[in-house]
């Protein structure tokens, strides 16, 4: 393999240990709690991303590797049709067995292997086994998002409210910077990955977009800036939200984003660090993109587009608020000029997810990673604060559903310059 072959274990390492870092502050009963369908139990979510450098890389390239159990292929499996069966993802919570100590004991099977793998590679794949192995490091981080974002809900549906970190979030010393504007000039810029860094396919190829002139929010919008929207009956007026948003606020009876609660008049927020009073600076979170769009219409603008989101963060360095910080929690905006773009929260574009112009998924099954998904999800940009700083950079495109709002989610304003 290539001589930077060190620094790709110790990552690899490093990014093993942190999972289960993560997993630290949970009891044993909190490894298997499955609160909805669309969030996985962190058990799963350790077995899985072990299935993942199992499947993709110990079974291709190593004749004499044997599973721990033949199972595991069927119950770790999360959608690859072409890898074989899966189980059904809400059920994942049903199931008390394999154990946490035994998924433990799968994930040191699997690193002794990949490990042993990684020391003696057989020359002919050894490229493909690097590259896979980055991919599998990048596909293990994003679960360690994952893995947080679910905790969170399986947490916040609990009565007792439990703690995950018992932290003190600080204080910040002024109020967050005033939202101001930046402006762009219209024309022809580039967007998407170049180059030999790691990106996934959907961030590729790079190519050219027309961009109109347009202005960009500052920051990110705040909760005192959402409550606003709130007390102007938001929620109940019918011109503000599409014709499929207004049917899920009706349906899911939506009155504010979620983790928001009142005890008596007052407005309380849930999130890692467990309930506390609405905090006026944060960014508002847990939004989804029918809760953004609306918001931007009540204000008289728009959501960016990720090509006007891209272009405008393409200069600023992945900067910000991220896992590495050891908070999760979203903080208010402090520098002036155009900040937050990276870290704190994921800002939704008004972008549907669709191939870019000349896409081509990755060969075989790890084909089914990103470009299956090409319908019905929106894209969000710029990572959060459970995201590993060196996983973020400028083109990376993350997406979910409309509705959905269990992720670390926010909002940036934009406009169309005259």
Known sequence: MAINDAALIERFRKVRARSESLCAPLQIEDYCIQAMPDVSPPKWHLAHVTWFFETFILVPYVKRYRRLREEYAHLFNSYYETAGTFFPRPQRGMLSRPTVDEVYRYRSHVDDALLELLAHPPDEHA???RERVRLGIEHEIQHQELLLMDTRYNFSINPLQPVYRNIEVPIT???AQAMGWQEFAG???EIGHGGNAFAYDNERPRH?????AFRLGTRLVTNAEYLAFIDDGGYGRVDLWLSDAWR???EQHWQAPLYWFKEGRDWKHFDLTGAHALRPDEPVSHLSYYEADAYARWAGKRLPTEAEWEHAAST???NGNF???GLYVPQPAQQTGLTQMFGDLWEWTQSAYLPYPGFKPLPGTLGEYNGKFMSNQMVLRGGCCATAQDHMRASYRNFFRAADRWMFSGLRLAEDMP
């Open 127 to 129: 490229a493909d086994i």
């Open 173 to 175: 010393a002024a109020p």
């Open 187 to 189: 024309g022809v810029v």
């Open 208 to 212: 050219r977009t027309l961009l109109q």
């Open 248 to 250: 899920t606020v009706d």
């Open 316 to 318: 600023h360095a992945t």
């Open 323 to 325: 896992l590495d910080n």
